[in-house]
């Protein structure tokens, strides 16, 4: 079915309750927020793990464990002390290989000149390797239209094709020998004269040769270089381009494209980004479609009816679990052994507490075993209710640095966000495996819910439990 460029695939629903899929499909959606509304869809994930760990070793061991369950890896390399190419090569090998985005959180906020240096240049060279970064709008609009120079600039730069053409000759230069004239030395010899035939390597000629064309060669390198379109995705512009038709999703294919998220709202707590300074901040998204790919806000900023613009939300965390606590304190050495995609270990080991047996379940379609929780159901009763209510409270305290914590649940299906961003909560767990997809199916419920996936699927399964009772 073909559709003009802004309009909805559902007219009935706000952007929000649509699926990530027909979020998408949509014409005008520019093709990083495509990729990766599809990516999510395709993962059934939209959690983002925000990995603030000191090391690279420690870095790509979070990457390696926890990217099945992520759509995003949220980095702060600022604070990484040994960062560098290593580094950023092996987080965009991983990162390829387990099918998410990159996001570093820089935060930018400085004059046009300096983000455009903080953010292509420098030891991290930001714009790289990270599909998506993040920056304040309180130094003016003019901050997007600098970052976005300045990834259109790293972009064309790191996919360019460099074509040389080295020309010479023995004419081109004639530098005589010392005490000699130009081509004095050229000439015949006979064989066991004691003469150098011209052809001998050593002979003045040959040597005059190569002398020339050494000489030429370093005097007549020219380079062209030609953008080379990024395939599937058509020939605008590479920044964040639009796709000109619904083509097959490929996680494969991550577009060669950056993206740009706003700090509109955050959850800290007296934070000053008044309801006046995040409306400005949709104000400026609007007129960079092509860059802007969403927010950092507590709630969907999604109001006028061509917005599509993608949400993550920070502050979230859920009451510990007990099937997967472990019988000491959380995580407390970033020492530990990492498992080579070979399946071979490496790194420091670590002596970690016994683990008292828990109840497993298999994750659906992963083939992994993680600890067996209730499911959510649409309908819970008054004590269940009661319950949630309880544990949703508790992970709402928050820690005594001013962050405040909020629920997957009360952040996808009440606030209307699409991406849940988790630290702590998964970082200091002593089975990240386990709670990143304790967060992960948390989060995705929730969003099924929130398009009517969850509630229809939830009567279905109670029917059909009731019909077989009976």
Not at 75 to 88: E, L, N, P, R
Not at 151 to 161: F, P, Q, V
Not at 394 to 419: F, M, W
Not at 449 to 470: E, L, N, P
């Amino acid at each position: 079915m073909s559709q003009s460029p802004g309009k909805r695939l559902d007219t009935n629903k706000p952007i929000h309750q649509q699926s990530y899929s027909n979020r998408a499909s949509l014409p005008d959606a520019p093709a990083l927020n495509s990729y990766l509304l599809r990516l999510m869809a395709s993962k059934r994930t939209n959690l983002c793990l925000s990995a603030d760990v000191k090391t690279t070793a420690e870095l790509l061991d979070i990457a390696e464990e926890c990217g099945d369950s992520i759509c995003v890896l949220k980095t702060h390399a600022d604070i990484v002390s040994d960062f560098g190419d290593k580094t950023m090569k092996g987080l965009t090998e991983i990162a390829a290989r387990k099918k998410f985005l990159l996001f570093e959180d820089r935060k930018f906020g400085d004059i046009g000149n300096t983000v455009q240096t903080q953010y292509s240049g420098g030891t991290h060279r930001i714009a790289n390797w990270a599909s998506l970064t993040n920056a304040h709008m309180f130094p003016g609009p003019a901050i997007i239209t600098a970052l976005k120079s300045a990834a259109l600039s790293a972009l064309t730069a790191s996919n360019s094709s460099i074509s040389t053409e080295i020309t010479g000759g023995l004419d081109t230069l004639d530098i005589p020998e010392r005490g000699r004239s130009p081509r004095s030395l050229s000439g015949g010899g006979n064989a066991g004269s004691g003469t150098l035939s011209p052809t001998d390597p050593q002979s003045p000629d040959a040597l005059d040769a190569r002398r020339g064309s050494v000489v030429s060669v370093s005097t007549t390198i020219s380079q062209s270089a030609e953008y080379i379109t990024p395939p599937a995705m058509g020939p605008t512009s590479p920044i964040n381009q639009s796709l000109p038709s619904p083509t097959p999703f490929s996680a494969d294919k991550a577009p060669l494209a950056r993206g740009l998220l706003l700090l509109a709202q955050m959850s800290s707590e007296d934070n000053m980004l008044t309801p006046a300074y995040t409306a400005k901040c949709v104000e400026h998204a609007r007129e960079h479609r092509d860059f802007v790919l969403g927010f950092i806000a507590q709630e969907t900023l999604n109001s006028q009816a061509d917005d599509n613009f993608i949400t993550l939300t920070p502050g979230i965390s859920l009451p510990p679990a007990a099937s997967t606590s472990s019988p000491s304190s959380p995580r407390e050495s970033p020492e530990r052994t990492r498992r080579s995609p070979s399946g071979t270990l490496s790194g420091h080991s670590v002596v970690r507490p016994s683990r008292p047996p828990t109840s497993t379940a298999s994750s659906s379609g992963s083939g992994k075993s993680t600890p067996a929780s209730p499911p959510p159901t649409s309908q819970p009763s008054a004590g269940s209710s009661q319950k949630q209510q309880q544990q949703q409270q508790q992970a709402r305290k928050g820690d005594t640095l001013g962050q405040q914590y909020n629920t997957p649940r009360h952040a996808v299906l009440e606030k209307g966000v699409d991406v849940i961003i988790v630290g702590r909560g998964i970082i200091g767990a002593y089975d990240r495996v386990a709670e990143a997809e304790r967060y992960r199916k948390e989060g995705w419920a929730a969003y099924l819910q929130r398009i009517g996936v969850g509630d229809s699927a939830g009567r279905r399964k109670a029917a059909g439990a009731a019909g077989k009772k009976t």
